[in-house]
């Protein structure tokens, strides 16, 4: 049964985006593919850009969802290794939205993006103020974290590497990025 409305145009754009990325969701594709009419789309989210930033703001919390029970798992290295695994099972588990969170960062909302981290950027500056981390300004928090996560589920989702095969290698240069110095 298809889905109705503004799940059926969020559906639709997610699809599309996973099957000939950001330049294949127009407005023509998306009422056909979900069933809805022009005015629909633009009456639920005022324009194509408008679809895409709800539709990022959406993709970006359901990772986040994924990656916050990590921070209860133990002490500082277990939680950081925990996070990375949990973003590479993430994007393994959901092609389709990791594929989209890549190529649409521009369409991002900072204030909604920065209160769905806000959990875990908290985490990580209680953990560096108590020098279990290293200090590592928040703004830069996700390239430096996740930039080895970040690069292998990129190379996954082109088909040139199983995630299942980097995850120890991940985990160990995840944790030596924050590891306290000393």
């Known amino acids: 049964m298809r889905s109705t409305g503004r799940r059926a145009v ?8 996973d099957e000939g990325g950001l330049d294949a969701v127009t407005i023509s594709a998306l009422t056909a593919r979900s069933g809805v009419s022009n005015g629909s789309v633009y009456h639920h989210f005022g324009s194509r850009a408008g679809l895409l ?18 921070l209860e798992v133990g002490g500082p290295e277990e939680v950081v290794r925990e996070v990375a695994a949990r ?31 806000e959990p875990v ?3 990580f500056a209680q953990r560096m103020a108590a020098g ?20 292998c589920a990129r190379r996954h989702l082109m088909g040139v590497l199983d995630l299942t095969r980097a995850a ?6 995840v ?6 110095v000393g």
């Open 121 to 123: 950027a908290r985490w």
């Open 87 to 117: 973003y590479l099972r993430w994007v393994a588990e959901h092609p389709g939205r990791a594929r989209f969170l890549y190529a649409a960062p521009a369409t991002a909302d900072p204030a909604v993006k920065a209160e769905v981290f």
């Open 132 to 151: 279990e981390l290293r200090e590592i300004p928040l703004w830069a928090l996700d390239a430096v974290v996740m930039g080895p996560a970040h690069e």
């Open 175 to 180: 944790w030596a990025a924050v590891a306290p």
């Open 10 to 17: 969020l559906d639709a754009a997610l699809a599309l985006v």
């Open 168 to 173: 120890d290698l991940v985990g160990d240069a």
């Open 53 to 70: 930033t709800v539709l990022y703001g959406e993709s970006f919390a359901h990772c986040v969802a994924a990656l916050a029970p990590a």
